[in-house]
């Protein structure tokens, strides 16, 4: 210890799950393990995916063409931005990454709430800047409490709509309400990862989900997010982006690992933009898990809070991380919200296959303590 500069000291890493085989060896378990930790799509990368990125196997040989020129066009077309309005990166992350190196100096601030998701402290410290997190006001953003935490030397905002770990969703105008007051200095990150699932839940309600896009083309200073990783199944490929106004983006660029995407993987999300079947699968999918994991949890007594993502929070009224153990004892690896995520008696389920779903809520009824009674 002491080597390393004090933010890098102070910086708590990113704890991963194990890997299911290695849970599997530890356990001494046999039979499936059903890995609902990380927000993963359960029904598997697209298939089309899977064929592009066979075929670019065949050119590993080569360092990939670094600016991923025919998905930034894909992306563009189909976003209504400039090209020079889009950085891809490996993850969503990596551009988080220089969101906070690119505008916070040392000792400025960074705003976002206590319980989001995880990176935006870690990046935050990465840039060695201060981090001012006001609690969540009935599980969601209090717009209001962030815009009052900004002050003179905050340059940016991390917002998740979807808020991942609770799954809350804001609306257009709550949203137009906060780009008003923010200062124009500030710039706001308005990370989409789940937006496939927000905008199917969205639509099933008859609202709006976001005006993010719109922001960009007006050149507000807006930063968002998008990924892969979720509805198109490519977390293991490692592909997002950023959507912002030009400016912003070059500056994105400067900092940017060079080929930090591979070739495979642009390969694979091309393809994966244009299987709309999976993604209808995929969309479907969640929808019927949530509302079936919902209603069980509900019968167990416990509330799933309403999600428009692929995931549930749930307070468990008990130590989550001891949930989280006993849960992985039955085969089926949840989230515990304990450390970082701020929330110890919380955890957080990825929803599943059917299957899965089934054997989560078994597991759930045999290791919860406040299980209602009469809900076997
Ligand atoms: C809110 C949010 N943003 C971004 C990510 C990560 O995305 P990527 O895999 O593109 O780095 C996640 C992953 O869980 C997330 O929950």
């Known amino acids: 210890m002491g080597l390393a500069r004090r933010n890098v000291e102070e910086i708590r890493p990113y704890v991963p799950g194990k890997p299911v085989e290695e849970v599997r060896r530890e356990l001494g378990l046999s039979g499936t393990i059903n890995k609902l930790a990380s927000t993963e799509n359960p029904l598997g990368p697209s ?3 899977v064929k592009a990125m066979r075929k670019a196997v065949k050119n590993m040989n080569f360092y990939p063409e670094d600016g991923a020129y025919y ?21 969503s992350v990596e551009v988080m990454y220089y969101i906070t190196t690119a505008f916070a100096n040392p000792g ?20 060695d800047a201060r981090q001012i997190a006001p609690p969540l006001r009935n599980h969601t953003h209090d717009l209001a409490a962030m815009v009052l935490s900004v002050e003179p030397d905050t340059k940016v905002v991390f917002i998740a709509n979807p808020n991942n770990p609770t799954g809350t969703l804001l609306s257009p105008p709550e949203l137009d309400r906060f780009m008003s007051k923010v200062p124009e200095h500030v710039c706001v990150v308005l990370d ?7 905008e199917y839940f969205a639509r099933q309600r008859g609202v709006e989900y976001t005006h993010s896009l719109p922001y960009v083309r007006e050149g507000r200073n807006v930063v968002v997010l998008r990924t892969f990783s979720k509805a198109h199944g490519l977390a293991g490929a490692r592909i997002g982006y950023g959507i912002a106004p030009a400016e912003q983006i070059a500056y994105f660029a400067r900092l940017k ?3 930090s995407v591979t070739a495979m993987a642009e390969a694979g999300a091309m393809a994966a933009m244009q299987d709309e079947q999976h993604i209808r699968r995929t969309l479907e999918n969640n929808a019927a898990g949530v509302e079936y ?4 949890i509900g019968e167990m007594g416990f509330r799933a809070l309403p999600t428009c993502a692929n995931f549930l929070y749930v307070e468990v009224g008990e130590d989550a991380a001891e949930v989280g153990r006993r849960m992985q004892d039955e085969g089926v690896i949840i989230r515990p919200l304990a450390g970082g995520w701020g929330a110890p008696q919380a955890i957080r ?23 209602a009674v009469g809900s076997h």
């Open 47 to 49: 298939p089309l995916a």
């Open 71 to 91: 998905l930034t066009q894909a992306l563009a077309r189909k976003h209504g931005v400039g090209e020079d309005q889009i950085l891809i990166a490996n993850g």
């Open 108 to 127: 400025e601030s960074v705003v976002m709430s206590d319980q989001a998701f995880i990176l935006y402290k870690i990046v935050t410290k990465v840039a």
């Open 192 to 198: 989409e990862a789940y937006c496939d699932f927000a």
């Open 257 to 259: 690992t060079v080929f």
């Open 293 to 296: 994991l919902s209603k069980k």
């Open 349 to 371: 389920v990825t929803v599943g296959t059917p299957e899965q779903n089934r054997r989560c809520v078994a597991a759930m009824r045999k290791v919860l303590e406040k299980v």
